[in-house]
């Protein structure tokens, strides 16, 4: 009898896990603030797998998830406190990030506050090393996972200190070359004007 | 004027053009020399257009060697060649940066020679190779766009040859087909797909860089046969010898250039100007994203047909496409100085359309 009633629990539950597992929990309050405070276009796929959020069938999506991911998805959910360790397949490197750091309770706590998640990551955690840290590519409504996607005359400025060696090893062989092909020139002139003159003697 | 007249004529058009007594290497470089006058830095745009389009050869054949023209690898190959490939980075945006720069040379020049009278005979075949390698450039900026295969790309392309289509509706009888078919020929299927990709792929990597080497070489060849154009009323005028004085100023021109275009490409993504929405892979079952608009170098046209009736647009660039054919012919006697004030109004059109449209825009529409 106790073992029926086990069997029966259990199947509720996997029901409701189920069903659980194929409602998303996206919170665009985070995608409409980077919009607005940037001015610059954004989607899901600043913290999350498919750029459509984590509705639907492809790639990085609940209706795609087997039950590994399914797995991991549960404990990312229940990952109420931060330090966790995540891994959400729905979520990209930036989403876990922000659910490791400041845990779920907050991230559903920030909702209508979204603009001080910004302060509540970690002001030197930089995912994609474009030398912009992920909090300010979150208010900018850059991607905090691609190195090519940041506010331009950050990236120039972060570049610019970073190719120092390259920048100065072309501009002394530009010069270099240039110096050269001069002399190059002017001796070929030289050496025509000369067999001119002698032609003409 | 019979036909043995108008062959003869035409014959001496093509001997005044093509003097073959000044074929010869004395006459087209050693002898040869350029005016010094308040407008001779233009003289350098010419030959920084011809830099940067080197630049766009030799990263362009670079990228060949991994980029895949297929609407299911293009994406993802750019993709490799940034972020995998040993240089990939620098070498995409070196050809993303001297497009740019070429675009922006090539303009400057155009307007330039306008000022400077250098479509007077016997320059009007030089005029004209020029002003269709300029045509050439749109093609190449248009026909690229579309390669990386993303949002911003595919999108923009729909907006662009859409926009050739409806040109039919303005034109007469039998003739309101043709701009239907020419679409449909570009485009190569229903929708900008497959088909549309690898001919833009063909056009962009071969018909078009094999036109301009032709018609640059036409170009080229008509400056050191006819010299630098005098570019000046001034009845007194200096000279230096063009080689070795002017080339030596022209390659250390190339030689700044370079660096300028090396370090911007090192240190500024070309993409970090567009929102990473834009960047994504294109998704055919996805609506228009937010923020599509063409290069820079198509603001010019893109902002009034976006404010003004599209029979307007159509009449006013075929009017200035076909004045600047004709230019040699329109403005055989018009003074330096009104050519520079029309120069002048032509640039500053330009620069602000293309620096302000956005604003402008939007204070007409209203938006906030």
């Avoid at chain 1, 899901?44 to 790639?59: K, L």
């Avoid at chain 2, 159509?314 to 055989?332: H, K, M």
Wanted: neutral net charge; contains cysteine.
């Amino acid at each position: 009898m106790r073992m029926r009633r086990y069997a029966i629990a259990g199947a509720a539950f996997a029901v409701l896990w189920t069903a659980g597992a194929g409602v998303a929990n996206a919170y665009p309050e985070y995608q409409k603030y980077s919009q607005t405070n940037s001015g610059r276009v954004t989607n899901c796929a600043m913290c999350h797998a498919h750029p459509d959020g984590p509705d639907g069938a492809g790639h990085g999506q609940i209706g795609s998830l087997n039950a590994d991911a399914l797995s991991r998805l549960g404990r990312a959910r229940a990952a109420f406190e931060p330090g966790t360790e995540v891994d959400s397949p729905i979520l990209n490197g930036f989403g876990n990030t922000i659910i490791r750091t400041v845990g779920k309770s907050k991230v559903i706590e920030l909702r209508s506050r979204p603009g001080e998640l910004a302060g509540m990551l970690d002001q030197a955690s930089d995912l994609d090393g474009d030398g912009i840290p992920d909090a300010r590519e979150y208010a900018e409504g850059t991607h905090p996972l691609q190195a090519g996607s940041g506010n331009p005359w950050s990236l120039f400025a972060t570049n610019l200190r970073r190719s120092g060696f390259h920048i100065g090893a072309i501009l002394v062989a530009s010069i270099l070359t240039m110096y050269g092909l001069a002399n190059l020139l002017r001796g070929w002139h030289a050496a025509a004007a000369a067999a001119e003159a002698s032609d003409e003697r | 004027m019979n036909a043995v007249s108008k062959l003869s004529a035409l014959a001496g058009f093509v001997a005044d053009r093509f003097p073959v007594e000044k074929m010869n290497v004395a006459s087209m470089i050693g002898k040869k020399v350029v005016p010094l006058h308040r407008m001779s830095w233009a003289y350098y745009l010419g030959g920084l257009t011809l830099f940067f389009f080197l630049i766009q050869i030799g990263t362009g054949l670079m990228l060949l060697f991994y980029y895949e023209p297929t609407v299911s690898d293009a994406h993802a190959s750019v993709e490799y060649i940034t972020n995998h490939v040993s240089g990939g980075a620098l070498i995409r945006n070196l050809h993303a940066w001297s497009s740019s720069a070429m675009i922006l040379c090539v303009l400057a020049h155009l307007i330039t020679t306008f000022a400077m009278k250098a479509f007077e005979k016997p320059r009007e075949v030089i005029w004209l190779s020029g002003v269709l390698m300029l045509f050439l450039t749109f093609g190449f900026g248009f026909t690229g766009y579309l390669l990386p295969w993303n949002q911003i790309a595919v999108n923009a392309t729909k907006i662009g040859l859409q926009s050739i289509e409806e040109v039919g509706a303005y034109l007469p009888g039998s003739l309101a087909t043709l701009p239907a078919t020419i679409k449909e020929t570009i485009q190569g299927e229903a929708t900008v797909g497959q088909a549309t990709l690898s001919r833009f792929y063909a056009i962009h990597v071969v018909v078009l860089p094999l036109l301009t080497l032709g018609l640059l070489g036409m170009h080229v060849f008509g400056i050191q046969l006819h010299g630098m154009s005098r570019g000046t009323e001034a009845v007194k005028v200096r000279f230096e010898k063009f080689f070795p004085d002017f080339v030596i100023k022209d390659l250390t021109a190339w030689g700044v250039a370079f660096l300028v275009i090396f370090v911007v490409a090192i240190c500024l993504p070309f993409e970090s100007f567009f929102s990473y929405t834009l960047a994504e892979p294109y998704n055919p079952l996805g609506s228009t994203p937010e923020g599509i608009k063409p290069e820079w170098y198509f603001f010019f046209v893109y902002y009034p047909l976006e404010l003004l009736p599209f029979w307007v647009i159509i009449l006013a660039s075929n009017a200035a496409a076909l004045v600047l054919l004709a230019a040699p012919w329109i403005f055989r006697g018009t003074s330096r100085k009104t050519l520079r004030a029309l120069a002048v109004a032509g640039a500053a059109y330009l620069i602000i359309v293309t620096i302000f449209g956005q604003q402008i825009y939007d204070a007409i529409k209203g938006v906030q």
